[in-house]
């Protein structure tokens, strides 16, 4: 995988709206605002894209202005990496502007970009894995950096701050806490800290035994179900297919998955499908091992654990429950194509090489 630079102090960033364009509404002012706050904070430089701003409805309906955004962050050789605003439903919906543009794929190529998101982002994160760049499920704008309360939740600037390092290897530890999701995004909430609950799961084995290794792939539960289905979109499966969006079931040999449910919380039956559906893609038949988020306000904790238990039991499947990724918050980050060991025995996890490239 080619590897992006770490980020220094003083580096331009791009905020992108790849999928929904709430980012752009007026009702979210005090949330951009403190989002490019906390940039500057970082020591970061904010670049907003041309279309960014543009609102729910006019992205909606355009697509292309979404993916020319990706396209000139990476053209553009005074960025030095890329967030992603927010998630979605509809992200695969810029693929085809991305995909059929060499000189995008060039510049992907030729200038490896950090590139940070989670939810939806999961397509262009697949999209970034097939041209061959590590990307990072992890932190967005609106969810980490707007953070409504005094500061950003301590866990998930932690995983901000490792954009700036780039240490031999990372342990992945649990956060001793965890958050409810906010109900109230409007202006008066901006100094309201989020309700706080003490972990009490930590990591948790559901099956497995010594340790395994393997490279990560994965990301949102709803959004690989989404490109294996008609579901949600009529077209969405033909756009997966016809850009390899998901890897051949050969590609899952040997790999990590890892695996986290949207804030749509689906109920059990259709989690329940949702797995079903990985594994006749042969996607669950063929992993070393998956490691699964924690479920947003731990709603449907038991069970999805009970399901994922009762759903890979023939295949003895080891899995790692309830890791920090995802839709819950607090949130770390995943390296796509990292080296990873898991210590079942420990219920531990740990990257086992460097996120970015060497200096």
Request: proline share 6%.
């Amino acid at each position: 995988m080619l590897k992006p630079a770490p980020l220094h102090v003083g580096d331009h960033v791009a905020v992108v709206s790849l999928s929904s364009g709430t980012l752009g509404e007026l009702t979210q002012q005090h949330q951009l605002n403190r989002g490019l706050k906390r940039m500057r904070q970082l020591g970061l430089v904010p670049v907003m894209m041309p279309n960014a701003l543009k609102g729910r409805l006019i992205l909606q309906q355009r697509p292309e202005l979404r993916a020319a955004d990706l396209k000139t962050a990476f053209l553009d050789p005074s960025i030095r990496g890329v967030v992603a605003a927010i998630g979605g439903d509809d992200t695969y919906r810029t693929v085809p502007f991305l995909m059929a543009d060499e000189q995008f794929k060039t510049a992907v190529r030729r200038s490896p970009k950090l590139f940070t998101g989670f939810s939806d982002t999961t397509i262009n994160h697949l999209m970034f894995y097939q041209l061959g760049l590590q990307t990072f499920y992890g932190p967005n704008f609106l969810s980490d950096l707007a953070e409504l309360g005094p500061t950003m939740l301590p866990y998930t600037t932690k995983t901000w701050q490792r954009y700036f390092e780039n240490p031999q290897q990372t342990s992945i530890i649990s956060s001793p806490v965890w958050y409810d999701e906010r109900t109230n995004f409007s202006e008066s909430a901006q100094e309201t800290r989020r309700m706080t609950h003490t972990e009490m799961h930590h990591y948790e084995v559901l099956r497995g035994h010594g340790t395994i290794s393997g490279t990560l792939l994965g990301g949102c539960l709803d959004s690989f179900y989404d490109l294996l289905t008609t579901t949600r979109y009529p077209d969405e499966r033909q756009v997966a297919e016809q850009f390899r969006l998901i890897p051949c079931a050969a590609e899952w040999r040997g790999k990590i998955l890892f695996i986290e449910t949207s804030d749509e919380q689906p109920q059990p039956d259709l989690f329940k499908r949702m797995l079903q559906r990985m594994r006749q893609a042969e996607i669950l038949t063929n992993v070393a091992a998956v490691i699964v988020g924690k479920p947003q306000n731990e709603h449907y904790y038991q069970e999805y654990r009970q399901i994922l238990i009762d759903e890979t039991a023939d295949l003895k499947l080891p899995i790692l429950y309830n890791i920090n990724f995802g839709h819950a918050f607090p949130r770390t980050a995943l390296p796509y194509g990292a080296q990873v060991c898991i210590d079942f025995e420990q219920a531990t996890l740990k990257i086992l090489e460097p996120w970015f490239v060497e200096a």
